[in-house]
């Protein structure tokens, strides 16, 4: 079954390839980012439909990070995109195919660039320091989020970088709709137990 659910749920993990995926599906997650690196085209797309065909079975929403032309060909239910991969995508083929888009943004004229995207949500960060990869912007901080959201009004704003479950409360109460983790829980010792920590947090206040 599908969720009816037209935006990312509060807490969403970001998982590099399938065997994640496989690994957190069972747990509950309603909405995961599939970012892939670093595989060719076919993996890709094998990836990709593997994915599609696990969530369909579940409630769970299916964001593919930028593969936005094998997203549409899966039948995927998000993609997102950094500023890069905006500035080349086929913006009207993802809305024509009926696939919610998501916009990364750092800095101000980012949000400009990505609002005029007409997206269906916009993504802040790194909020905190990350170690999982180099990032050139600083940390944003929580009250660049509640900035951000009084730009963006009504459409859901996730943020994303270095937060932890202990953190989450002040990022929510920042403004914050969803909050996207991947370091957290891959480098925990125990993956899957900090995951379920995360959706018992998330469903405190759904």
């Not at 010792?189 to 018992?200: C, F, G, I």
Request: hydrophobic share 45%; glycine share 6%.
């Amino acid at each position: 079954m599908r969720s009816s659910s037209q935006q990312p749920d509060m807490f969403y993990p970001i998982v590099p390839d399938i065997d994640w995926l496989e690994r957190l599906l069972p747990l509950g997650i309603r909405t995961v980012q599939l970012r892939l690196k670093d595989a060719d085209d076919a993996e890709i797309s094998r990836q990709i439909a593997r994915a599609v065909a696990l969530t369909k079975q579940t409630s769970c929403q299916l964001i593919v990070n930028d593969y936005w032309q094998q997203a549409i060909a899966e039948g995927a239910d998000y993609i997102h995109l950094g500023q890069e991969d905006l500035a080349s995508a086929n913006l009207d083929a993802i809305k024509a195919a009926g696939l919610r888009l998501g916009i990364s943004t750092h800095d101000e004229a980012e949000l400009e660039t990505a609002l005029a995207a007409r997206p269906d949500y916009i993504a802040l960060g790194p909020i905190y320091e990350t170690k999982l990869k180099a990032m050139k912007w600083a940390p944003q901080g929580l009250e660049r989020i509640t900035a951000w959201k009084a730009r963006v009004g009504t459409l859901p704003l996730i943020a994303i970088g270095g937060i932890t479950p202990e953190r989450a409360p002040g990022v929510r109460a920042a403004g914050a709709d969803s909050i996207a983790v991947i370091t957290d829980f891959i480098t925990a010792p125990h993956p899957e137990a900090r995951v379920s920590l995360w959706l018992d947090w998330a469903a405190t206040i759904r």
